[in-house]
């Protein structure tokens, strides 16, 4: 399995079981047209998440904002985000347990475990 394709499984697994926009039968409830900020950004969130080292959720919050929302077409030169202010970015509303199951798949490959 590729390396993004572990996190991608393991923010499934994370973030999509519990949000707010999951329907019944497990699939994605956003309307037609809109895209997951996880989804849409994964390779942006994975290097924020990855140039981070800290105990601190703020340092993850600063890197995720500077290195995926400042790219993000929702987010204005201001930077302002209509969705992350009305909690309705998925990258935003789930950001800790974002960064944690990143971090995990980090821990499980530094000792070589890997998820199949």
Sequence with gaps: ???????HQALKERVCGICLDRLDDGSCGLPAG???AVDLHLPQIVRAVEAVE??????????IRNGVCAQCPNQTEAGYCHFREN???????F?????EA?????ARQATGFVMR
């Design 1 to 7: 399995m590729e390396r993004t394709d572990l996190y």
């Design 34 to 36: 809109r895209n997951c």
């Design 54 to 63: 800290s105990d601190k959720i703020s340092d993850y919050v600063d890197s």
């Design 87 to 93: 909690f309705d970015c998925t990258l935003d509303t």
């Design 95 to 99: 950001v800790y347990l974002v960064v």
């Design 102 to 106: 990143i971090e995990g798949v980090k």
